[in-house]
């Protein structure tokens, strides 16, 4: 009898799941969704229902507001942080108290003109949100979402994006300014 089959006629017994934890650690981490992956894939169904109940103007101008007063209060929650632990809002800060982890993007950061240049490959927000078909509605995140953290945080902070997106690139390329003459 198969294990549905066995389910539904008998039930669930303690005896019966015995090996699940056994199962578990032989299967891994294979059918996990890495990271926030699932927060993405969240995110990109919601802007897909929206956007086909809206229409796309609409529903994305929805979605940009939605996102960046999102991002705005994330910037607002790290500036607390950073203030509560006397120091001030500036850009080292906000790398060391951020509050991602930066397991989700492993970045390769370069300095380019007293500028932080950061390219991000491999993001498990878009890779998981692409294994569900949906990678163009997780990209509004990306769209909005950065400058608004930083407008949040501390609005002195520049960014300038070149979204995977935009460029077709197999990367996002943020260039962080904070030098007056390079704003």
Known sequence: MNDLKREKKKGLSRWYLKDVL????????????????????????????IIEKLGPEKGEALIKEAVEYFGRERGKHIATVVRDQGKPLSFKNWLIFTDIDGANFPVKPFIDNHD??????KCSFITAAEKWGLGEYAALYCKYADYAILDGYNPDVKLQLE??????????????????SNK
Request: charged residues 25%.
């Open 163 to 180: 979204t995977r997106h935009d460029t077709n690139k197999d990367h996002c390329r943020f260039r962080y300014i904070m030098k007056e």
């Open 22 to 49: 056994l199962r578990r650690r032989i299967v891994g981490d294979t059918y996990h969704t890495p990271g926030f992956g699932l927060a993405a894939q969240l995110f990109a169904v919601m802007c897909k229902f």
């Open 116 to 121: 932080l240049v950061a390219d991000v490959g």
